[in-house]
């Protein structure tokens, strides 16, 4: 059940990201809600984080013009890292409040780390249509603040989706 509403969670976002959006923005400066959910998920260490983290990543490799796998693995890396820093390093009852440094390092890793992967494609002669451009630090800093106007927002449907969730469990059980 949990993995049906993220599927969900996912075409909900990315279909606000694109129609809320869209419109007044520039693609490039677009804010990723997909991403600043993985990031909630990764950090509170919720079920299935890297199920969504894996969903997201394809459904953005195939919506946007960039070699398959940019975002995907973008999107593993940042949060195996997030994994990593705070189950060995931070040991932390309430990682909420690194959210902050979370998502505006996470923002410009994301950005950096898919111009990069697909550097490395046209190198080795692998031909696309459009070639993305090297991230201009402006853009991604109005990105970046983006993200960080979007968190809290973001943050309380991840709270939502999780009262949600318990309930159908519990519901479950009941029947």
Do not use: C
């Not at 969900?8 to 419109?23: D, H």
């Not at 040991?91 to 410009?108: D, W």
């Amino acid at each position: 059940m949990r993995y049906l509403v993220y599927f969900i969670i996912i075409l909900l976002l990315f279909s606000l990201t694109q129609i809320g959006f869209g419109s007044w923005l520039s693609v490039s400066a677009l804010p990723s809600l997909l991403f600043l959910y993985t990031l909630v998920l990764a950090v509170q260490n919720e079920e299935g984080f890297y199920f969504f983290a894996t969903l997201s990543g394809l459904y953005l490799d195939f919506s946007v013009n960039a070699y398959p796998g940019s975002f995907l693995f973008g999107f593993l890396v940042i949060i195996f890292l997030i994994r990593v820093v705070f189950s060995k390093l931070l040991f932390s009852e309430r990682p909420a409040r690194y959210m902050l440094i979370v998502v505006s390092l996470g923002t410009y890793f994301l950005a950096y780390w898919v111009f990069l992967y697909n550097q490395v494609f046209i190198w080795l002669r692998v031909d696309q249509v459009v070639p993305i451009a090297l991230p201009r630090p402006g853009i991604v800093f109005v990105q970046m603040l983006l993200h960080l106007a979007l968190l809290y927002p973001v943050y309380m449907l991840d709270q939502y989706i999780q009262k949600l969730l318990e309930r159908l469990k519990h519901n479950r059980r009941l029947i």
